[in-house]
T-cell receptor
Framework: AQTVTQSQPEMSVQEAETVTLSCTYDTSESNYYLFWYKQPPSRQMILVIRQEAYKQQNATENRFSVNFQKAAKSFSLKISDSQLGDTAMYFCAQSAGGNKLVFGAGTILRVKS | DAGVTQSPTHLIKTRGQQVTLRCSPKSGHDTVSWYQQALGQGPQFIFQYYEEEERQRGNFPDRFSGHQFPNYSSELNVNALLLGDSALYLC????????????????FGAGSRLTVL
């Protein structure tokens, strides 16, 4: 069964600094997708960034980038120039066996002014 | 462009009762998934509907059932509620069955918070 592990329950960062959230996963599939979702207090899950496993180039979206290490099954999220609005729960997820997503337990990120 | 809408936003039930949660997918989406998110945990996949049929199911008992209508909206029904069913229930939609490539990403609603007393 596919599993996603986020080993950091909570992280804090000063505004304008950089923070990296860790994620490891386990799968036997050859092609899959990896995602980082953000869930603010409003509860709505918002897609931050997506990586297709067969693409070696790391995905980037403005201040957000990933470090995808396929052999190590690692998928970390780097947030540059952190902003107060980045404060949220961040979930790492993997597509597994068709359409379903398997999520990690999440990392609470607090951006401090 | 309306995103995924869910109703109700909050509800309280007692053990043994039944509940129905509703979801309207984002415009242009035809595939609907349901996830259960217990407090402090990540979402767990319940099932997914495409072309009005349940196509994939997670590890949830038969008390959890669903339906998809011709307009692609969906319902989640939970019978014989248990205290452990208290959670945020998230609906998500996308286009088509399999791929997550290109513009085809899973869009989530804000959820329905169910409390079972």
């Amino acid at each position: 069964a596919q599993t996603v592990t986020q080993s950091q329950p909570e992280m804090s960062v000063q505004e304008a600094e950089t923070v990296t959230l860790s994620c490891t996963y386990d799968t036997s599939e050859s092609n899959y997708y990896l995602f980082w979702y953000k869930q603010p207090p409003s509860r709505q899950m918002i897609l931050v960034i997506r990586q297709e496993a067969y693409k070696q180039q790391n995905a980037t979206e403005n201040r957000f980038s990933v470090n995808f290490q396929k052999a190590a099954k690692s998928f970390s999220l780097k947030i540059s120039d952190s902003q107060l609005g980045d404060t949220a729960m961040y979930f790492c997820a993997q597509s597994a066996g068709g359409n379903k997503l398997v999520f990690g337990a999440g990392t609470i990120l607090r951006v401090k002014s | 462009d309306a995103g995924v809408t869910q109703s109700p936003t909050h509800l309280i039930k007692t053990r043994g009762q039944q509940v129905t949660l509703r979801c309207s997918p984002k415009s242009g989406h035809d595939t609907v998934s349901w996830y259960q998110q217990a407090l402090g945990q990540g979402p767990q996949f319940i099932f997914q509907y495409y072309e009005e049929e349940e196509r994939q199911r997670g590890n949830f008992p038969d008390r959890f059932s669903g339906h998809q209508f011709p307009n692609y909206s969906s319902e989640l029904n939970v019978n014989a509620l248990l205290l452990g069913d208290s959670a945020l229930y998230l609906c998500a939609s996308k286009t088509g069955w399999f791929t997550y490539s290109g513009a085809n990403v899973l869009t989530f609603g804000a959820g329905s918070r169910l409390t079972v007393l």
